[in-house]
């Protein structure tokens, strides 16, 4: 028997093609998308979930309250953070550093190699995380210094196919260190990402031959990660008052210096990706991009959902004289009912196995987009398809249930005469889900364009600073120290070269330092905290900043070396420097002598940091052997023949180093790939809503110019013109998109602003937006209608009277 209902609903089908493939494509696009996004959020909920006790590891994330009572967390703490936990808390199984380092020089093998990626790390770091070793004991690989980790990847790189284990790598050109293991490479859902792991014990024994003891240092907090692993039973809350006490007896001094309260928390491993800075506070932009893309894909599946429905509910009244005349013929009501849900089923199960493909075939450009690596066909996805084929089944049951129930319930006689009874209750509910689908999509287009203005602003804002033509060359080993003063000096005397000055600091990224400063002689709880910038002669000038008052370091002044300070405006604003401010004496407390010296010069607040990020207070001053970043200000030119002339410098003095520079304009662009991809993503979403949306209005008009084929016909036999005809069939449609664009706007507008607020540098809300949505809509809906109305008042009127 249901092989014969199978065989009749695919007769059926194929009969009306048009709707057939409208239903299809329009439901398998929205099933698509919707695979695409689960996957998605799938996957960013992975992050960290494979390690094998990854309940039990938590970050040490570092707390400190301001004089003002603003409240911060950092994902960063001290490098005495982890030793000191584990020696003094006898509830703390095991206590490991992470420790990012930048781009490394590395030789091996004869070769020189850029390596990025290299960390330093204690000795429990591979018992710790579940990061399989293809050799080399977990417990042993980084109990000595001067060993590192290569992952299999890093170490076919510097080796090929040889045998890494005992070979010796030398990093910066300062110091040797032997292989001792060879990891996996790291999984893509990882945080906590590899190339080499260096032995935390190489660090400290470095340090040392400078006489630094970064262990016993409670001031600065570098990129350093601490992560704890608590026994069995111990939860965080436990150990509160533990971490409280750790902090007063540690680091109690140094907050006080700044006038704060500092204290640790712990952040379980399994939420550092949605919270990259701490979870304290409950927010995250990550977090709220998931919440985002959950919804576009719960409402693009619902747009599929409603034109399915819309379309199978619209052809009811055509339905019910094949219904009449099988209720005739000796059909009974059940067999009516399970006709029309098994043809519903079929145009289900055909989008959900067309969905699949074209979701695999989408996959690779998605992954490109969203910087992952996601996998399709994998047996951790048999419950989402378990669930989409679920939902297919619903939907189906629901889009069916109409002329399954309604239809087949009326007499014959009935039917036969035309006594359906008003339409005007299905008419309401078909319009209602054509204004909620374009009222979707409309908001999707808005949202697109809101993130690319705030986009356009961040790449076009003024940041106080003159980016163009700026490049950075980094002369950060100790190797290269004593070519610095030459470098910077051969480089002035190219023809292209502006102006040329170090500092520490790579503008437009993001900065952990973060210092004590005050009026001379004030009390420690007057103290700010700024961000201190270790500058060069002339660097201000270099870079472009606005002078308010006073002038840049100076060679003139031999006393700037040693007694000035460059400040911005907001560190004037905080330290409260009354007029006048060229001449205050003010000192910063970042190491245990106090530098003091004269204000003599304050520039305009710039963004030294991405446009994320609000301006803090700034001082600047020079510490020789500080600085080692060369800031090269190019005239315009050929870039590639300056640079050229640039290696030609640096291999001449530093042939041993392979040639580093980056472009300022470049480093920035990198910052806001974020945004590049949300905006692509949205841009992607709103077009398929539309797209959807469009099917669906398609396969209306379709069905409407059907259904009027007599009243056209007549129409035109009085005299009726095409123009008329058609702006007849399409009014309705229209006014229903003109109603979704008065719904969207506020809503896309509440959203949107929400998302703005994020920024604390943002652009104004593009109320244009609201104008090109609305009309790009109505454009489309009515090329979209217009395509069949005009078919229709095209047709000859004794065809169409005739086929009445």
Request: net charge positive.
């Amino acid at each position: 028997m249901i092989r014969n209902y199978i065989k009749v609903a695919m007769r059926h089908l194929l009969r009306n093609k048009g709707i057939t493939v409208i239903n299809i494509s329009g439901l398998a696009i929205g099933m698509a998308c919707c695979i695409l996004i689960v996957l998605f959020v799938k996957y960013e909920l992975s992050y960290n979930s494979f390690h094998k006790n990854s309940s039990s590891i938590y970050r040490v994330n570092s707390v400190i309250k301001g004089k003002e009572g603003y409240v911060g967390e950092m994902s960063v703490s001290q490098f005495g953070t982890a030793p000191n936990l584990k020696l003094e808390l006898s509830r703390i199984k095991e206590s490991v550093r992470f420790y990012e380092l930048n781009e490394q020089i590395v030789s091996a093998h004869n070769e020189e190699f850029r390596q990025q990626g290299a960390v330093f790390a204690d000795a429990a770091f591979f018992s710790m995380f579940s990061f399989p070793l293809l050799r080399g004991n977990p417990a042993t690989v980084l109990n000595e210094p001067y060993t590192v980790v290569l992952t299999e990847s890093t170490a076919k790189k510097f080796f090929g196919n040889e045998d890494p284990i005992g070979k010796v790598i030398r990093l910066q050109d300062d110091y040797d260190c032997r292989v001792t293991g060879v990891a996996k490479n790291a999984p893509s859902n990882s945080d906590l990402e590899f190339g080499m792991v260096i032995s935390f014990a190489t660090f400290v024994q470095n340090a040392a031959k400078v006489g630094s003891k970064p262990e016993e240092s409670w001031f600065g907090f570098s990129s350093n990660q601490t992560f704890v692993q608590l026994p069995p039973g111990v939860t965080p809350a436990a150990i509160s008052g533990d971490l409280k006490a750790f902090a007063d007896r540690h680091v109690s001094k140094v907050a006080k210096a700044f006038g704060n309260e500092f204290w640790y928390r712990l952040q379980p491993l399994a939420g550092i990706h949605l919270y990259p800075d701490g979870d304290m506070k409950g927010r995250s932009e990550n977090l709220s991009r998931l919440y985002i893309y959950g919804c576009i894909g719960f409402f693009i599946i619902l747009i599929a959902c409603i034109n399915f429905m819309n379309l199978v509910t619209a052809r009811g009244s055509e339905r019910a004289i094949e219904v009449g005349l099988r209720k005739v013929m000796g059909a009974e009501r059940r067999a009516l009912i399970v006709q029309f849900l098994v043809e519903s089923m079929i145009i289900s199960l055909l989008a959900f196995v067309l969905s699949i493909v074209l979701a695999a075939i989408i996959l690779p450009g998605f992954n490109f987009v969203t910087d992952k690596s996601m996998i399709l066909f994998s047996s951790a996805n048999l419950l989402m398809f378990a669930v989409l084929l679920l939902t297919a089944l619903v939907v189906g049951l629901m889009a069916g249930s109409y002329p399954a129930l309604y239809l087949s319930g009326f007499l014959p006689v009935r039917i036969l005469k035309g006594h359906l009874g008003s339409s005007g209750h299905r008419s309401l509910f078909r319009k209602t889900l054509v204004v909620s689908q374009f009222t979707i999509a409309i908001a999707l287009i808005i949202a697109t364009v809101v993130i690319w203005s705030q986009l356009r602003y961040m790449q076009q804002k003024d940041l106080g600073y003159n980016k163009h033509g700026l490049v950075n060359f980094y002369l950060n080993t100790v190797k290269q120290m004593p070519q610095r003063d030459a470098f910077k000096t051969e480089v002035l005397r190219l023809p292209f070269v502006k102006q040329a000055s170090y500092t520490n600091m790579p503008l437009g990224g993001r900065s952990v330092n973060n210092n004590p400063v005050a009026k001379e002689g004030a009390r420690s709880d007057e103290s700010i905290g700024a961000i201190v910038i270790d500058a060069d002669f002339g660097y201000f000038t270099n870079i472009g900043a606005k002078f308010l008052m006073g002038r840049d370091f100076s060679e003139k002044f031999p006393a700037d070396s040693i007694d000035a300070f460059v400040i911005n405006k907001s560190a004037v604003e905080k330290l409260q420097l009354r007029e006048p401010v060229i001449g205050s004496r003010i000192e910063w407390r970042g190491e245990n002598i106090p530098r003091k010296g004269q204000v003599i010069g304050v520039v305009e607040d710039f963004n030294m940091q991405n446009l994320r990020l609000p301006i803090e207070p700034m001082i600047s001053m020079i510490r020789k052997g500080r600085a080692g970043m060369l800031a090269v200000r190019l005239e315009d030119g050929d870039r590639q023949k300056q640079l050229a002339q640039v290696e030609g410098i640096w291999n001449k003095l530093m042939p041993a180093f392979p040639f580093n520079y980056r472009f300022v304009e470049d480093e920035l662009g990198n910052e806001y790939l974020v945004e590049q991809r949300s905006g692509s993503l949205f841009g992607a979403y709103a077009g398929l809503a539309i797209i959807i949306a469009c099917l669906g209005l398609f396969g209306l008009a379709m069905l409407v110019a059907r259904q009027r084929t007599k009243e056209i016909g007549i129409r035109k036999v009085l005299g009726a013109s095409v123009g008329s005809i058609t702006a007849l069939l399409s009014k309705d449609f229209l006014q229903l998109v003109a109603i979704s664009i008065l719904i969207s706007s506020p809503l896309a507008w509440y959203g949107m602003n929400k998302w703005l607020e994020e920024f604390p540098f943002r652009t104004s809300f593009p109320l244009w937006s609201f104008a090109a949505a609305g009309l790009l809509a109505l454009l489309i809906a009515f090329v979209t209608i217009s395509f069949q109305s005009v078919r229709a008042a095209l047709l000859n009127p004794v065809r169409s009277l005739r086929s009445e």
